[in-house]
């Protein structure tokens, strides 16, 4: 249940991917007096967060937490949290609630049950989610070399997020597993690049893959939107 919309431009996807955006909050404030957003890390978003944070809203009405966390400190370059900081969580949007991913807990694997709890304090569901998706195929940190990803992408796991440790990579991550990313009012794919294209493609058109990001795709429980550009 998925749709996509292809663009010529960058600056013209994030024009209407923040409306989109917005839109899904405002109505969640209207409904609940408050709204709750799920956003990704990666260089991609960066320029369209600072474009959120400079939209006059009533942020402070609004959470934000992430997809997906590297278990580092969070001042490392590498840490999802700290780009958050400095790109979302400035100007207008500096007032938001932010929920992290990352505890004290020395490894992502000890962090989890703690990490869960806290994701479960979020009893409503996400009014917007924003993903990415890798060359390999992974959406948030669902990696599909991962011996975890299988159970982190299981319909029936109660966990909100899970321990990723992946093959490809050397970082631990922590992700939100597949149940609690689909407990969206709306979802986001931002894509950027042919070879992101290629492999979307793929998914669509080709052989039955068992990809995260192909599950994303293809299944039916929420409307997912597809925003691309080639650069």
């Known amino acids: 249940m998925s749709h996509l919309t292809v663009f010529a431009s960058y600056n013209e996807l994030a024009m209407t991917l923040s409306h989109h955006i917005m839109e899904a909050l405002e109505l969640g404030i209207k409904k609940r007096g408050s709204a709750v957003m799920a956003v990704s890390g990666g260089s991609t978003p960066l320029k369209l967060y600072e474009s959120l944070s400079q939209t006059e809203f009533p942020w402070?009405?609004?959470?934000?937490?992430?997809?997906?966390?590297?278990?580092?400190?969070?001042?490392?370059?590498?840490?999802?949290?700290?780009?958050?900081?400095?790109?979302?969580?400035?100007?207008?949007?500096?007032?938001?609630?932010?929920?992290?991913?990352?505890?004290?807990?020395?490894?992502?694997?000890?962090?989890?049950?703690?990490?869960?709890?806290?994701?479960?304090?979020?009893?409503?569901?996400?009014?917007?989610?924003?993903?990415?998706?890798?060359?390999?195929?992974?959406?948030?940190?669902?990696?599909?070399?991962?011996?975890?990803?299988p159970l982190a992408m299981d319909l029936q796991t109660p966990l909100d997020a899970k321990a990723i440790q992946p093959t490809s990579v050397q970082q631990e991550r922590m992700t939100l597993t597949l149940p609690r990313i689909l407990r969206s009012e709306r979802m986001g794919l931002l894509l950027t690049g042919e070879t992101k294209k290629s492999l979307l493609d793929k998914i669509n058109h080709g052989p039955e893959q068992s990809l995260p990001v192909e599950a994303l795709i293809k299944q039916q429980q929420t409307p997912l939107d597809i925003f691309y550009s080639p650069h």
Not at 102 to 126: D, M, W, Y
């Open 60 to 149: 402070e009405k609004v959470t934000i937490t992430l997809t997906d966390e590297r278990w580092v400190d969070n001042q490392s370059s590498d840490s999802n949290e700290k780009a958050i900081y400095e790109h979302l969580l400035i100007n207008h949007a500096r007032v938001a609630n932010f929920i992290p991913l990352k505890n004290v807990a020395q490894t992502a694997k000890a962090g989890e049950l703690a990490c869960h709890n806290r994701l479960s304090s979020i009893q409503i569901p996400f009014d917007y989610i924003l993903l990415g998706m890798g060359t390999d195929g992974h959406t948030a940190s669902l990696f599909p070399c991962a011996a975890e990803t």
